[in-house]
C-alpha cells in the first residue's frame, strides 16, 4: 500500500485559521496586535522570495509585519544598530533575519544581538540552551513544524528509533532535541556517516534535512517508516526534497510531499511563535 500523505499545506492552513481566531480575540479583548520585524541584507533571490511568503502569512493572519530591506553593503555595525532599534520597538514582538546574510557578516554575532524574548526564529543561544534543557522556548520554525507534523498522525514516538540526516543547528540539531523529549531513541547522521543508508534503514522516524535532490532512495526506507523529507533544492524549475518521493512513496507508511510539506508548516510556526511573543 502506498505511504499516507502528510499535507503540510492544509495542516498549515488550518493552524493559520486557528491564529487568526486567536489574533482576533486578543485584538478585541484590547491587547496589542503582535508585531513581526523581518530584516534582509542583499538581493538573494530565495531569501526575498521566503521574506515575502512569510510578510504575506502575517496579512492574512492579522500579524502587524514590517520589513527592513538592507543592502549587502552596510556593515555589521549598521545591522546592529537596526536590531537593536527593533528590539526596544514595543510595536515589535518578534524579530527575524533571514539567513544566509552575505558574506562578510558574522551569523552568529548577529543572533546573538537579538533580544531572546522577540528571537521567533529560536535561534539564540539562550533559546537553544532552553531547548536543550527541556525548558519553555521559541522552538525553531522548521523543527517545531516537524514535530506537528508527527503529532497530527498520532504516532507515539516513545521507544521508536528516529533517524535524523543533518546535524545544522537549524534544523537537525534541534529536531533531534525534540524527538529525543518525546522519549524516541535518536541517531544524528551527517556527511561524515558512514553507512547513510544501513542507518536510515533502522528508522521508524526518518527526518531528512541535508539539501541534496532525492538522496534518500526506496531501499534506505524501512517498510512503513514515518518519513519527513525537509529538503528544498531547485532541479530545473522543478522544487524536489531530499526523498526520491515517486519510489519512497511505495515503501514508507507516511510520507511529506516537497512542496507542501515542511515548507508552509514553518512559516505557521514562525506565525505561532510571533504571537506566543506578543502574549
Ligand atoms: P545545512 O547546509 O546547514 O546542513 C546540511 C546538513 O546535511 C549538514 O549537517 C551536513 O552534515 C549534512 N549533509 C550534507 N551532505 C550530506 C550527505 N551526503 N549525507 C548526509 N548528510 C549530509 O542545511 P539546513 O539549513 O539544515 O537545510 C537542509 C535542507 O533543508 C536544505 O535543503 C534547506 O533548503 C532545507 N530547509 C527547508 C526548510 C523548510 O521550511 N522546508 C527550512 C530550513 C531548511
Same mark, same amino acid.
Given at each position: #500500500?502506498?505511504?499516507? %500523505?502528510?499535507?503540510?499545506? @492544509?495542516?498549515?492552513?488550518?493552524?493559520?485559521?486557528?491564529?487568526?481566531?486567536?489574533?482576533?480575540? #486578543?485584538?478585541?479583548?484590547?491587547?496589542? /496586535?503582535?508585531? *513581526?520585524?523581518?530584516?534582509?541584507?542583499?538581493?538573494?533571490?530565495?531569501?526575498? @522570495? +521566503?521574506?515575502?511568503?512569510?510578510?504575506?502569512?502575517?496579512?492574512?493572519?492579522?500579524? +502587524?509585519?514590517?520589513?527592513?530591506?538592507?543592502?549587502?553593503?552596510?556593515? /555589521?555595525?549598521? *545591522?546592529?544598530?537596526?536590531?537593536?532599534?527593533?528590539?526596544?520597538? !514595543?510595536?515589535?514582538?518578534?524579530?527575524?533575519?533571514?539567513? !544566509? @546574510?552575505?558574506?562578510?557578516?558574522?551569523?552568529?554575532?548577529?543572533?546573538?544581538?537579538?533580544? !531572546?524574548?522577540?528571537?521567533?526564529?529560536?535561534?539564540?543561544?539562550?533559546? %537553544?540552551?532552553?531547548?536543550?534543557?527541556?525548558?519553555?522556548?521559541?522552538?525553531?520554525?522548521?523543527?517545531?513544524?516537524? $514535530?506537528? $507534523?508527527?503529532?497530527?498522525?498520532?504516532?507515539?514516538?516513545?521507544?521508536?528509533?528516529?533517524?535524523?540526516?543533518?546535524?545544522?543547528?537549524?534544523?537537525?540539531?534541534?529536531?533531534?532535541?525534540?524527538? *529525543?523529549?518525546?522519549?524516541?531513541?535518536?541517531?544524528?547522521?551527517?556527511?561524515?556517516?558512514?553507512?547513510?543508508?544501513?542507518?536510515?534503514?533502522?528508522?521508524?522516524?526518518?527526518?531528512?534535512?541535508?539539501?541534496?535532490?532525492? @538522496?534518500?532512495?526506496?531501499?534506505?526506507?524501512?517498510?512503513?517508516?514515518?518519513?519527513?523529507?525537509?529538503? %528544498?533544492?531547485?532541479?530545473?524549475?522543478?522544487?524536489?526534497?531530499?526523498?526520491?518521493?515517486?519510489?519512497?512513496?511505495?515503501?514508507?507508511?507516511?510520507?511529506?510531499?516537497?512542496?507542501?510539506?515542511?515548507?508552509?508548516?514553518?512559516?505557521?510556526?514562525?506565525?505561532?511563535?510571533?504571537?506566543?511573543?506578543?502574549?
Amino acid at each position: #500500500m502506498p505511504a499516507r %500523505i502528510i499535507d503540510g499545506k @492544509l495542516l498549515a492552513k488550518q493552524i493559520r485559521d486557528d491564529l487568526a481566531q486567536k489574533i482576533k480575540a #486578543m485584538v478585541n479583548a484590547g491587547n496589542q /496586535q503582535p508585531g *513581526l520585524a523581518v530584516v534582509l541584507v542583499g538581493d538573494n533571490p530565495a531569501s526575498q @522570495l +521566503y521574506v515575502s511568503m512569510k510578510q504575506k502569512a502575517c496579512a492574512e493572519v492579522g500579524i +502587524y509585519s514590517e520589513e527592513h530591506r538592507l543592502p549587502a553593503s552596510i556593515s /555589521q555595525e549598521e *545591522l546592529l544598530a537596526v536590531i537593536e532599534r527593533l528590539n526596544k520597538d !514595543p510595536k515589535i514582538h518578534g524579530i527575524l533575519v533571514q539567513l !544566509p @546574510l552575505p558574506e562578510g557578516f558574522d551569523e552568529q554575532v548577529v543572533i546573538n544581538h537579538i533580544k !531572546p524574548e522577540k528571537d521567533v526564529d529560536g535561534f539564540h543561544p539562550i533559546n %537553544i540552551g532552553k531547548l536543550q534543557t527541556g525548558q519553555k522556548t521559541f522552538v525553531p520554525c522548521t523543527p517545531a513544524g516537524v $514535530m506537528k $507534523m508527527l503529532d497530527s498522525i498520532g504516532i507515539d514516538l516513545t521507544g521508536k528509533k528516529a533517524v535524523v540526516v543533518g546535524r545544522s543547528n537549524i534544523v537537525g540539531k534541534p529536531v533531534a532535541q525534540l524527538l *529525543l523529549q518525546r522519549n524516541a531513541t535518536v541517531t544524528i547522521c551527517h556527511s561524515k556517516t558512514n553507512n547513510l543508508a544501513e542507518e536510515c534503514r533502522q528508522a521508524d522516524v526518518l527526518v531528512v534535512a541535508v539539501g541534496h535532490p532525492e @538522496l534518500v532512495k526506496a531501499d534506505w526506507v524501512k517498510p512503513g517508516a514515518v518519513v519527513i523529507d525537509v529538503g %528544498i533544492s531547485k532541479v530545473g524549475s522543478k522544487t524536489v526534497g531530499d526523498v526520491a518521493f515517486d519510489e519512497v512513496k511505495e515503501v514508507a507508511g507516511w510520507l511529506t510531499p516537497v512542496p507542501g510539506g515542511v515548507g508552509p508548516m514553518t512559516i505557521a510556526m514562525l506565525l505561532t511563535n510571533t504571537v506566543a511573543a506578543a502574549n
